[in-house]
Each structure stands twice: as structure tokens, then as C-alpha cells.
């Protein structure tokens, strides 16, 4: 349950949100991570002529996730763990807020250049967590939670922030994360929120099964709390309408035929442990 104070603050981070503008900058998100990815494989000369690779897909189903966080509800001690397929979409944000050179966006998996996944040594942009080897990056709020709780136990430091992980529906398949969850000091930390992306795409696979009931049973049972999040406002209008279950089963139908993640329906599921618990 959100606290009396955590819901007036939502209100008013949600008032304050144009959602117009929002549109028009995720559009530029989307277009410039799409691009970068496009020019490291079909424009910069590559002597060997190997595929570099990338993933727009997997940067288009969490642009607008990331577009709504870092332009209007990241404050400046928040930290974030983007999942690895989306560093396109981390390096496009920190172009557009003036944290990246121009020069970086025809650089992608170049020597030098902006790396495959999200790299706080080798990146040239601000990087919190270093997140290649799937799993890691989930797990990283937790102990970077955990050491700022120690820390400000013990020093004067200023105050910490949330912490936030960004997952591929895929790094739920690293044991790790499952054996992080299951401390029992974890769903105290209230700092903590996980986003993940269920877009069904793994690395070299279509996701077999819509899992986000079973996915959300296991984080309930480890104590956190979970909220999914699958059709948007206009689509429930929609249903809501006369004939509108016909409509809604019709998008069940689509989404259970393995459609590809960028044409289904926008589904994702967000975690995090109990709110109101904040205390740091
Ligand atoms: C420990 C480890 N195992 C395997 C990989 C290879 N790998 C990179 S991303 C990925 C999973 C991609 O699927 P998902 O997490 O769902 O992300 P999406 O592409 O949907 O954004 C894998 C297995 C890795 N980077 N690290
Ligand atoms: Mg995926």
C-alpha cells in the first residue's frame, strides 16, 4: 500500500507531467536508439564486413518507460540499472539531456565507442550500473540499497534515492536474481523498484508463455509488491465499450500467437517491495 504522503507526492508528479511533450521527446528517444543501432550496421564502414548487432527491438519496448522515468519522475540521488539491450535507448536520453557528444551516436560497439551494454568504466556517458551480464544489473539495487543504508548508518552523507532496475523478462531466467529475492531483508527495502520489461523476447527466442501471473505470484511470495501493468488507458475505454469483450479477446488471441514484442500489445510488470518502508 502507498503511504498518504507517497500518493499526494504521485499526484503531484503526475499533475506536473505533460504528457503531450512527453510523446513528442519519446519519439526522439525512439528515433535516435533506432538509429544508433542502424548506423553501426548499415553506415560506418566495417573492414571485415561482421555484423555488429544490436537490438532495436528490445529498445522499442522500453522506450516509453524510460522516457516517462528520466524526464519526469528521476530526481538527482535516484540510481538506474538499464537492462543490456537497452543501452541505445540510455545513450539517446543522455544525449538529449546534454550528457553525451554528438559524435558517441555513429560510435555504438566501435573501439572506443559506446559499448554493447551499459559500462560505467568504459562508456563515455554517466552509467550507474554496469549491467552486461544479465542478472547482475537486477541484483546491483539491492546491494547498492543495502551499502547506502550501512553507509548513512555510519557517516553523515547526504540522502540516497531510489533505485531503480530496469529488467529483460529474460535476466528472470539468471538463478541469482531469484536467490537475491528470497533474503529476507529485501522486501524492506522500499528504495527499491524493478520494471520488467515483458516483451517475451529473449536473446535468440520468442518467450514461450505469457508468464506475468506466475512471474508475479513468485515476487508476491518473496514479500514484494507487485503491480502489473499490461493495456493502456485508451484500450480499456475501448473494452469497456459495447462489444468491447469481442475486441479484448481478439487481442488475447494476437498476443498468445507469439506476435513479435514490438507489435504486441504493450505489456510489462513492475516490482517492488512494500512501499511506505522507506528508510533511508
Ligand atoms: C550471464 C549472461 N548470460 C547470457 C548473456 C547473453 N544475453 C544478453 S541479453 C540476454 C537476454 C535478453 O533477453 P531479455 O532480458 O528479455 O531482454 P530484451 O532483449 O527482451 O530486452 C542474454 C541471455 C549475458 N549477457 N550474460
Ligand atoms: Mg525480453
Not at 213 to 225: E, K, P, S, T, V
Request: hydrophobic residues 40%.
Amino acid at each position: 500500500m502507498l503511504s498518504a504522503s507517497d500518493t499526494s507526492a504521485l499526484a503531484e508528479a503526475s499533475a506536473s507531467v505533460h504528457l503531450g511533450t512527453l510523446d513528442a521527446v519519446q519519439r526522439r528517444v525512439l528515433w535516435l536508439a533506432t538509429s544508433i543501432v542502424h548506423h553501426a550496421n548499415k553506415v560506418r564502414r566495417t573492414p571485415s564486413g561482421v555484423k555488429v548487432g544490436g537490438h532495436q527491438a528490445s529498445s522499442a519496448s522500453i522506450v516509453s518507460i524510460m522516457t516517462v522515468l528520466y524526464f519526469a519522475h528521476l530526481r538527482g540521488p535516484d540510481r538506474v540499472s538499464v537492462k543490456p539491450h537497452a543501452s541505445p535507448v540510455l545513450h539517446a536520453i543522455n544525449y538529449l539531456l546534454g550528457r553525451l557528444d554528438v559524435r558517441y551516436l555513429t560510435q555504438l560497439r566501435s573501439f572506443g565507442g559506446l559499448q554493447s551494454y551499459p559500462s560505467r568504466s568504459k562508456d563515455p556517458d554517466p552509467v550507474d550500473f554496469s549491467t552486461g551480464s544479465v542478472g547482475i544489473g537486477a541484483t546491483a539495487t539491492l546491494w547498492s540499497a543495502l551499502a547506502h543504508r550501512y553507509v548513512a548508518g555510519h557517516f553523515d552523507v547526504p540522502q540516497g534515492g531510489r533505485q531503480v532496475a530496469l529488467l529483460g523478462d529474460a535476466e528472470l531466467d539468471e538463478d541469482a536474481v531469484w536467490e537475491a529475492l528470497v533474503d529476507p531483508m529485501v522486501p524492506r527495502l522500499g528504495e527499491v523498484l524493478w520494471i520488467v520489461d515483458l516483451n517475451r523476447q529473449s536473446l535468440d527466442r520468442v518467450v514461450p508463455d505469457i508468464a506475468a501471473g506466475r512471474i508475479g505470484a513468485m515476487f508476491d511470495a518473496a514479500g514484494w509488491q507487485t503491480i502489473t501493468v499490461k493495456y493502456g488507458r485508451r484500450l480499456r475505454e475501448l473494452f469497456a465499450r459495447d462489444g468491447g469483450r469481442g475486441a479484448a479477446r481478439a487481442h488475447r488471441r494476437n498476443g498468445k500467437r507469439g506476435i513479435p514484442a514490438t507489435a504486441a500489445p504493450p505489456g510489462f510488470g513492475v516490482a517492488g517491495p512494500p512501499a511506505g518502508q522507506r528508510s533511508c
